[in-house]
């Protein structure tokens, strides 16, 4: 008798848990936006018969039921403290490294490397003979902090990815891959972030030099004033939060000799800055480098050269624009992820704008990962 009480005991506790997080979570208020995952949440779909036809109602359902669950953020958490209590090392796409480190895992989609390779081929062997070509293409913490991932992983290899890369790309492209130089950098200073999956200024920087070294040109020398904010969480945190983890130092360099006009074309705003200091109080304290990721954004400086150069970017660009506006006077940025909604293309903006210049900035998993590299057709 006492073993079966026992057993509705728990059959009773087990139900008054699963419908209490059911009541809690209809019952409390709809979040929008999740500071810890930086997006917008899904919120209650409108129910119609044609949506129900093509499945994106249940599908919506199950992205509201999912998104809005009672503690999720506190769920999530919970069980990256359970995970690395059995000593576990890998949640969620992330691999639990030495010191502290967040690492992504990388798995080589060789098929849409070659797509996304192939329309830059296309994009650059269309431009007019005069315009250089770079592309500075960044290796992830995964492949240059490789030491510190755990013993065992089943992460691909980076560094085979850019041999392929190199084998296929066109030879009006002038590639820059800084591996080494970041490797070697990583010694004395942290060149990524360790709970975001981007790269620090310092990395940056390094990567910066590598990519002027690699086009011939002069390193502008610049005696910066450094900012210095406390207590970020990046990404790789927000998939695997745990109050073990030690916050990351961000570090802003600025010039103070260097007058910059920022104009974010698609939002009509102007700005005389190349950060934006209100989320250096939020969580997503990364998009305090140019406020984010935007289509198009023109930039005018003293820099020591003045030529017009466009670099076609992911958010790892954003980290190295202070760079950059000490080299260039006059600076375009064009994230393609946005920009295939603006009127001219890519190739109709280097022409009207007389581009001399032209950079690629990709980091590796994004060359890995995104398909909007067909809108530079």
Known sequence: ?????????????????????????????????????????????EFSWKKLEKGEFTSDIESYMSDQIFMKDQLVSL???????????????VYFGKDGYYLQDYQENRPLI?????????????????????????????????????????????????KYISSILSDRINLCFPYDQLKDAAKSTQVFYKTDHHWTAEGAKVGFDTLMTAMNEDIPQVSYNIETVKDFHGTLYSKAPTDFSAADEMHFYTNPDNSVKVNYVQENKQTDTLFDDSFKTKKDKYSTFMGGNFALTEIETNGENDEHVLIIKDSYANTVMPFFADKYKHIT?????????????VSEYVKDNGITKVIFLYNMDFVN????FIWLE
């Not at 990962?369 to 909007?372: A, C, K, Q, V």
């Open 79 to 93: 069980k990256t403290v359970t995970d690395r209590t059995l000593l576990k090392n890998y949640q969620n796409g």
């Open 1 to 45: 008798m006492k073993k079966q009480l026992k057993n509705y005991i728990m059959i009773v506790c087990f139900l008054l848990f699963i419908f209490g997080f059911a009541v809690a979570s209809f019952i409390s208020e709809d979040r929008e936006f999740s500071e810890n995952e930086n997006r917008y949440l899904q919120q209650a779909p």
């Open 114 to 162: 070659e797509k996304n390779i192939s329309c830059l081929n296309d994009f650059a062997d269309s431009l007019d003979k005069s315009v250089d070509v770079s592309f500075l293409l960044v290796p992830n913490a995964v492949s240059v902090m490789s030491d510190k991932l755990p013993a065992v992983t089943q992460t691909d290899d980076q560094l085979e990815s850019e």
């Open 369 to 372: 990962t995104d398909n909007n």
């Open 333 to 345: 940025m064009i994230d393609m992820r946005y920009y295939h909604i603006m009127d001219k293309t």
